[in-house]
């Protein structure tokens, strides 16, 4: 049991680069197990299907979602007064040893007025980011997620 139910789900944009396939059709089985859960999809540039094709009872898909202290949007927006959060960039960030080892992680990066979300999936890539020494940025491993700034 979940101390705090889930009521709604945000997916900042990019859900499928592709053209209409199975997965899709997967997608909406998934929906109709969480009916009483709300989706919401900001469209993101590689959400490249016929609108008719987001049609689903418990998703709403948008440009940009505000819901305050939130600005959601795809790629990164300079929203004068709510904090954005946004995904299109699939932040990355790089960990030295010394040893000379190197490791690139997937992060989620937060400054003063937003953060980017990473992305999950095998063909994502990933964008290395500089974070400012006041910012927080978590890298994601195989078993945990862990701040390191």
Not at 15 to 37: Q, R, V
Not at 52 to 67: G, R, S
Not at 107 to 118: I, R, T
């Amino acid at each position: 049991m979940l101390n705090h139910p889930i009521q709604q789900v945000i997916i900042l944009g990019d859900l499928f680069h592709s053209t209409y396939n199975i997965e899709w059709n997967n997608f909406l089985e998934f929906l109709d197990h969480f009916a009483d859960i709300t989706f919401h999809l900001v469209l993101g540039n590689h959400d490249i299907l016929s609108s008719d094709k987001y049609i689903a009872d418990n998703l709403t898909c948008h440009l940009i979602l505000d819901m305050p202290p939130f600005h959601f949007t795809h790629e990164p927006s300079h929203h004068s007064e709510l904090y954005n959060l946004c995904g299109h960039i699939h932040p990355c960030i790089k960990m030295k040893g010394r040893g000379l080892q190197r490791l690139r992680l997937p992060c989620y990066h937060f400054g003063n007025k937003s953060g980017v979300l990473p992305a999950f999936g095998a063909f994502t890539g990933g964008y290395n980011i500089s974070p400012d020494m006041d910012d927080d940025v978590y890298a994601i491993t195989a078993n945990a997620v862990l701040k390191v700034l």
